[in-house]
């Protein structure tokens, strides 16, 4: 079991700026990968960004060149840095991590963006 502790959402104004954190703890030596989905609200989730074991980063179209993912491996924490931020943007983030065989999610943080 892989345990997963977000933190950082809240309300923004359009252009700003937030910082979610997702701190993992248990049996993380089985996952390969660990990234951040959102669920915009009468929407499908969808994968914002993800990173490899090995420091590989992919990321959704909406958000590329503006949010970037990073992880501390030392800590077993992930962080998705969010810029420029959109009303489109908002949502219910939630962090995941997953390996071959299982998949694991946080309880989710609300990111509200406001104009």
């Known amino acids: 079991q892989v345990h997963l502790v977000e933190s950082g959402g809240g309300l923004v104004q359009t252009g700003g700026s937030l910082r979610l954190s997702c701190a993992a703890s248990?049996?993380?030596?089985?996952?390969?990968?660990m990234g951040w989905y959102r669920q915009a609200p009468g929407k499908q989730r969808e994968l914002v960004a993800a990173?490899?074991?090995?420091?590989?980063?992919n990321y959704s179209g909406a958000v590329k060149g503006r949010f970037t993912i990073s992880r501390d491996s030392a800590k077993n924490t992930v962080y998705l840095q969010m810029n420029s931020l959109r009303l489109e943007d908002t949502g219910v983030y939630s962090c995941a991590v997953w390996g071959p065989q299982d998949r694991y999610w946080g309880q989710g943080t609300q990111v509200t963006v406001s104009s």
């Open positions: 990173i490899s074991r090995g420091g590989t980063t």
């Open positions: 248990g049996s993380i030596f089985s996952i390969n990968f």
